[in-house]
């Protein structure tokens, strides 16, 4: 399968707490995986290196074989954020009408009810966004996400918040979304949630990434 993301010997630091030293990891097309590690570990560093938001010190980081400092693919990268989820909430208006504005804001010139089948919300799409559960404001973040048809899609924490059994059905619905092709990157602590659904984990741990199968992950949800 094709390399979407290639991290090599990646070194961040803040001041002079270094957050990740020589860090490395690939994924590849299609897979769905988490970043996990403590509080403070590095998880939303991670992605904001990626997302070309910071720069390290030190390593290489490469999406579909170029290095981002010679080419962002920004357009080949969706991002959900913890507070674009929560924000959505506080928006006076109706589920399509957030996907329409999303749609002309991007030049997209395709019908908002596409987006809304594709996340399920089509029954849903003239409510206002306060009626809506935490797992179905998720979709809609997903949904205005997906309009850049983005073959990498990152998440950070999405489900803080939310219930065990939205949690549960919005990790199912992202593993849906990498059986297409999709490759997914989601940042974590529901790690319980999310094992039914991920292909594995990359968990940092004192600045550098460590993979970790089903069977790593069960031990590490029973302690």
Avoid at 50 to 67: A, M, T, V
Avoid at 106 to 117: I, M, R
Avoid at 173 to 202: M, N, R, W
Wanted: aromatic letters at 8%.
């Amino acid at each position: 399968m094709n390399k979407v993301l290639d991290i090599e010997n990646l070194t961040f630091a803040y001041e002079e707490k270094k957050i990740l030293e020589n860090f490395s990891c690939s994924i590849e097309q299609g897979n769905f995986v988490a970043i996990v590690g403590e509080n403070g570990a590095g998880k939303s560093t991670l992605l904001n290196l990626i997302l070309h938001n910071l720069k390290p010190l030190s390593g290489k980081i490469k999406i579909f074989g170029d290095d981002i400092d010679q080419k962002n693919h920004y357009q080949d990268i969706a991002y959900v954020s913890q507070s674009s989820v929560q924000n959505y909430r506080n928006f006076p208006t109706t589920v399509i009408e957030v996907i329409y504005n999303h749609l002309k804001f991007l030049k997209v010139k395709e019908p908002p009810e596409k987006y809304l089948d594709l996340v399920g919300l089509t029954e849903h799409q003239n409510k206002v966004l306060s009626e809506l559960s935490g797992g179905q404001l998720q979709r809609v973040a997903l949904a205005a996400a997906m309009i850049k048809n983005a073959s990498l899609i990152l998440l950070d924490e999405p489900t803080t918040g939310i219930d065990k059994k939205f949690s549960r059905e919005f990790f199912g619905f992202l593993q849906e979304i990498a059986s297409s092709g999709k490759t997914i990157v989601i940042v974590t602590h529901a790690l319980d949630d999310a094992i039914d659904f991920i292909d594995y984990a990359i968990e940092i741990r004192n600045a550098s990434g460590h993979i970790l199968s089903r069977s790593d992950l069960q031990q590490l949800v029973v302690k």
